[in-house]
Structures are given as C-alpha cells and as structure tokens.
T-cell receptor, first 116, second 115 residues
Framework: DSGVTQTPKHLITATGQRVTLRCSPR?????VYWYQQSLDQGLQFLIQ???????AKGNILERFSAQQFPDLHSELNLSSLELGDSALYFC???????????????FGQGTRLTVV | AQTVTQSQPEMSVQEAETVTLSCTYD???????LFWYKQPPSRQMILVIR??????QNATENRFSVNFQKAAKSFSLKISDSQLGDAAMYFC????????????FGQGTRLTINP
C-alpha cells in the first residue's frame, strides 16, 4: 500500500459527460501529480499541484482541469468526455515539490475510466 | 525536451535466471534522477530502484541492479534470480532535480517469467 488513495477505482460513463476523480496523497506529502495511461500513449504527465497551487502542466486538454484543496486532496475533472479519454488515471504524491526535491513519487492504484 | 526510450516491448526469462531490460534517454541536463517502476497486473505503479545522475556508483536493491552509463545516456535494469512475482510491465522514467518534477516515462517492457 503506497498510502495514496484514489477513488473511484472504476468509472463507466457516456460520451459528453463529466466526471471527477479524487486523490488523497500520503500523509505529509505536499505535491500531487496526475498521469494518464492509455494503451497507445503510455504514461503521460497531466498536471502537478504543490500545496494548493498549480506547479507544472503537461499535455492536459482544456476539457480537463484539476485543483488541490486546503486539506491537500486533489480532484481531476474531466468534461465533454470522448471515447479517446478512456484510460487509467493515476495520482501520485511526493514529500516536497520545490527545487532539489529528493522524494520519489508514490502512486495510487489508479482510476480506470471507460467512456462508452 | 526529455525523452525516454525502451526498445524492448517484451522480454521473457526462465525462473531463477538473469534478465536485463534496456532504457535510453535524451536530455541536455546534467542533474536528474532515473527510476525503474514495476506495474504488475494489479496496475499499481511500484518503485523498483532509483539512481541519481551525480552518483557514479550503480544503485542496487536486493536482486535488482542498474547499469548507469551517463555519457551514453543508458540506464538498464538487471534482475537476478528471476521469480514468478517479477512478471510485470517495467517502466523506465526520468525526472529533473531542478525545475519540473514530472516523471517522463518510456513505453514499457512487458516481462514474462517462464517456470
């Protein structure tokens, strides 16, 4: 058990819908990262939050957004869903997020999103 | 931009034998970390081993060791005495020390252990 909790584990929804994925980082971790794992794209970095603020952005679609709350949990919102959004979405957390941070990222078990 | 390449989509090895998974990366930076992550059928991403680029000594963790060649930008993983539980997807990943802490992953190598 990595200590990172993601809910739900599975999600099936229709095209055009909106879903919210939730992540609770390990106790004490300030940074949260979201990754998308699809069959043809491998693991792709979406976005990082550090202590409530956006720190880095990857190839995240405009239809996707995220936030980190004061209790440090994070949510990834996916809207106007398309078939191609079907993937495994991982959240990871690390101890620090600043320059020179040594802590490796610990991953949650992922949310399997299926868009039908 | 940094890229990570794993040229072996699939590998197989007999139980108790040794197998080496290859990884190359491209970066213009000098300070970074390299990782190997394991993803078993449970889908959990598990950190196997980490190497700091400024360290010349190759990292080892029990049966897992790496061969880090900084000049060649190569980072291979050796698994000794392979066990059935080692069967998984293995991902090589890169991360800067300064600046963005995102992980850049290779496409993965599926490792099969033959009993």
């Amino acid at each position: 058990d990595s200590g990172v909790t993601q809910t739900p584990k599975h999600l099936i929804t229709a095209t055009g819908q909106r879903v919210t994925l939730r992540c609770s980082p390990r106790s004490g971790d300030l940074s949260v990262y979201w990754y998308q794992q699809s069959l043809d794209q491998g693991l792709q970095f979406l976005i990082q939050y550090y202590n409530g603020e956006e720190r880095a952005k990857g190839n995240i679609l405009e239809r996707f957004s995220a936030q980190q709350f004061p209790d440090l949990h994070s949510e990834l919102n996916l809207s106007s869903l398309e078939l191609g959004d079907s993937a495994l979405y991982f959240c990871a957390s690390s101890r620090t997020g600043g320059a020179g941070a040594v802590g490796e990222a610990f991953f949650g078990q992922g949310t399997r999103l299926t868009v039908v | 931009a940094q890229t990570v390449t794993q040229s072996q989509p699939e590998m197989s090895v007999q139980e108790a034998e040794t197998v080496t998974l290859s990884c190359t990366y491209d970066t213009s930076e000098s300070d970074y970390y390299l990782f190997w992550y394991k993803q078993p059928p449970s889908r959990q991403m598990i950190l196997v081993i980490r190497q700091e680029a400024y360290k010349q000594q190759n990292a080892t963790e029990n049966r897992f060791s790496v061969n880090f060649q900084k000049a060649a930008k190569s980072f291979s993983l050796k698994i000794s005495d392979s066990q059935l539980g080692d069967a998984a997807m293995y991902f090589c990943a890169y991360r800067l020390i300064q600046g963005a802490q995102k992980l850049v992953f290779g496409q993965g190598t599926r490792l099969t252990i033959n009993p």
